[in-house]
């Protein structure tokens, strides 16, 4: 994450932002993801938040480690999921080359700013295993906007970020727009699963 008044409202608003999305539920998403996993596969969530899907994959017998900037979320996902948390910016990981099976990117990624996205990218190819997963959540649209309480989103078409995905060395094997989402103010989402080429 790399803009500051986005990582300062989700650490003065950790606690009201993870019991909210904890009722946002990314299960089925999850179950199309472990698909192509192994069992027990090593699994990193990247932007885990209140570790709501890491709750889901550890539980789903994945080796799950979450990946947060904000300590304040890092420590209620800890608690909530079981799971150790790393409290770290995505575009330095302190993870070793090929140290996971599989990366997990929900609604994180779109807090990057556009400059930046390759490097994030690039990031998660490295800590990937040679034939490793990668899932990813980003909002439907074009641009920057910075919402009223202060966080900053970046949007991408759905091509825009196939293409992205594939110049950052990722092959996409599955790939679904949403439908308009009332939870989140009728933003669409658009989720893919790419494979490290």
Known sequence: MTDAQTLQFYRRNA??????TSERSMAAAIDRFSAFLRSKASVV???CGGGRDLRV?????????????????????????????VIADMRVMPFAAASFEAAWAAASLLHV??????????????VLTPSGHFFSSIKQGAGQRR??????????SPAEWSAILEASGFLIV????????????GNRWFNTIAKRA
Not at 15 to 20: D, G, I, P, T
Not at 57 to 85: H, K, M, W, Y
Not at 113 to 126: G, H, S
């Open 174 to 185: 599955d790939g679904a727009s949403t439908a308009a989402d009332p939870q989140t103010s």
């Open 15 to 20: 606690a009201s932002y993870a019991a909210e």
């Open 147 to 156: 919402e009223a309480d202060g966080r900053l989103f970046t949007y991408f």
């Open 45 to 47: 969530d990247i932007g």
């Open 113 to 126: 700013d556009p400059e930046d996205v390759p490097t994030a990218l690039e990031e998660i190819r490295r």
């Open 57 to 85: 994959l550890r539980q789903q017998g994945f080796n799950a480690v979450g990946l947060d900037a904000s300590a304040e979320l890092g420590a209620i996902a800890t608690e909530f999921s079981g799971c150790p948390v």
